[in-house]
């Protein structure tokens, strides 16, 4: 149930905020004064499509936000329970903003969410019943989805087992259908993976391998310049007259003589000492290396040869030995898989016509169950409408005769037909339907279904469109009847379904500062039967109007 509800910066509402109460309450205003924008309010709290339009010109953002009493359902508490939302309180305040730049910030119990989680939280809240339900009782296809809902749950509980396993079906049917229709570039791509896949193997890749074969290649290119390089080192220090090691040994000898005069000496002494010790190893290094190098043009070759290879994988499947090897692992799998695949085509066919024999008795167990829904909800429409002055009415749920392919529903197609006049022959619902009788089966719907539903609050948007005299006077105390059990907000001009509210709000709009806005008052009995005069008569009100809604009032129960 919804509690209170407020507006800032939607449309032509600057600033308003509303307690609202069990039962029934009647919002009432001339044309245009904003009443539907209430209504939008709620629908975007429910989680509808928002958008910048909404918000007021001049102004960065709207902001709505509804207190409603926490439902009681088991399901609504998974819900919450799945979307980690605080339940301790008994209350949810869902906020809703959209700014200019089209965002759209949605938190419940202070908690951000998606619209889309938000949505379904929704569907437990608010359910708005305005002129497009009257489209949808003239679409056919949207006669299945009321049937349904119209059943126990136990029904919907295998309708959504029977939804599950039909996406099941389907996905396993498109893997079927994927390898059969593309056999042919299947088995080419197999070919070509079980190609790579050699290529990459005899290869042999290592890691690392790469840079030491680098490191062999320039030392084999530069063999000649590394030779020289040494030769003439080795001859600079270790030359049998004249080298560099002789001098600096001289070098040595003296400084030794002088080094124990002066810690200076002492220290130039040791440099020069460690320098030639350095020098000595290094040139018998050189001599070793020397002995050992010796050029290997084959090697050369095998070396480049092997370089060649690693570029020519890097060139097709990655930038380095790694990325090759990474690739490799890939299509092994994707082999493996596709083996595993082929072997178990056969299997997999088997399997799909299992799961189609299985969908295809669930679907007919929910056809035996629809059509006693359909058995019964013909029975009630009757009454209801009867109670709303279509008492010769004939109403019939009717099932396409021929079992059409399976869908997400089962195999169903049902249609409402009608006839309002005795003697005619019963005909499909959108052909000879008006529209205040199409406002009558609306309501005798949401009659019906408000008893089984645990919607908090449903709000009735000119669903009385079409209608007057003891119609309208019917209407009114169905519309009030469903309030009994539950919340009802209702947009009405009618002043039979004004008089039937528990409470009434009058909804205007004013010029202040040069902008426009709505303002809402809960009126209290004398105001409404000012209000409710001005709905009977329009602009000019007597005092005969305004004793004709004392007396509605009257009648209504609701005069205090």
């Not at 209350?91 to 700014?99: A, N, S």
């Amino acid at each position: 149930m919804l509690l209170e509800l407020s507006i800032e910066n939607f449309a032509i509402i600057e600033s308003l905020h509303l307690t609202f109460h069990k039962g029934m309450t009647a919002l009432t205003g001339e044309t245009g004064a904003g009443k539907s924008i209430i209504i939008d309010a709620m629908g975007l709290l429910a989680g509808g499509r928002g958008s910048t339009d909404y918000i007021r010109q001049g102004k960065q953002k709207c902001v709505l936000e509804g207190l409603f009493e926490l439902p009681k359902s088991s399901s609504f508490t998974i819900l919450l329970e799945e979307l980690g939302i605080d339940q301790q309180d008994e209350m949810l305040i869902i906020q809703r903003d959209i700014t200019s730049s089209g965002k759209s910030i949605c938190r419940v119990n202070g908690r951000m969410v998606t619209l889309g989680n938000l949505k379904r939280i929704g569907a437990y809240l608010v359910d708005i019943q305005g002129q497009n339900e009257h489209q949808d009782l003239l679409q056919p296809e949207k006669h299945l989805q009321l049937v349904d809902g119209f059943g126990t749950s136990s029904f919907k509980k295998q309708l959504a087992e029977y939804k599950e396993k039909y996406t099941e079906f389907r996905e396993l049917e498109r893997k079927v259908r994927a390898i059969q229709e593309n056999e042919q570039s299947y088995i080419q791509r197999i070919d070509m993976l079980n190609f790579q896949k050699s290529e990459i193997e005899e290869a042999d890749l290592q890691i690392g391998e790469e840079e030491k074969l680098v490191e062999e290649r320039d030392k084999l290119t530069n063999f000649q310049k590394i030779m020289d390089a040494f030769a003439k080192s080795h001859e600079v220090l270790a030359a049998e007259t004249g080298n560099s090691l002789d001098g600096i040994g001289d070098a040595a000898q003296e400084l030794q003589e002088v080094a124990h005069l002066d810690k200076e000496y002492e220290q130039i002494n040791e440099s020069v000492q460690n320098a030639y010790y350095l020098l000595q190893d290094a040139a018998g290094e050189i001599s070793n290396l020397l002995d050992q190098l010796e050029l290997d043009e084959g090697r050369l070759e095998e070396v480049n040869a092997r370089l060649e290879v690693i570029r020519q994988l890097k060139r097709k499947y990655g930038d380095s030995i790694s990325a090759v090897l990474t690739y490799y692992e890939k299509i092994s799998s994707e082999l493996a898989q596709a083996e595993d695949t082929g072997n178990r085509l056969e299997e997999l066919q088997v399997n799909l016509d299992k799961q189609h024999d299985e969908i295809w008795k669930m679907a007919e167990s929910l056809h035996s169950q629809r059509e006693n829904i359909a058995r019964q909800l013909e029975k009630d429409i009757l009454q209801e409408l009867a109670d709303l002055h279509l008492e010769n009415t004939q109403f019939e749920v009717r099932f396409a005769k021929e079992k059409k392919a399976l869908n997400s529903s089962g195999f169903d197609q049902v249609e409402f037909y009608l006839t309002t006049n005795p003697g005619e022959p019963l005909k499909p619902l959108a052909k000879v339907a008006s529209g205040g009788e199409l406002s009558r089966i609306l309501l005798a719907l949401k009659s019906i279904f408000s008893k089984a539903q645990e919607k908090t609050s449903i709000v009735f948007d000119e669903v009385d469109t079409g209608v007057s005299g003891r119609v309208a006077q019917a209407i009114a105390e169905k519309i009030s009847g469903i309030g009994y059990g539950s919340q009802v907000l209702c947009i009405t001009h009618l002043p039979q379904v004004a008089a039937a509210g528990d409470y009434q709000y009058l909804i205007s709009k004013e010029v202040q500062d040069g902008r426009t806005k709505t303002i809402v008052d809960e009126i209290d009995t004398e105001e409404r039967i000012k209000e409710i005069a001005r709905m009977l008569a329009g602009a000019e009100i007597t005092e005969l109007t305004m004793e004709n809604a004392k007396e509605m009032l009257t009648q209504a129960g609701k005069m205090t």
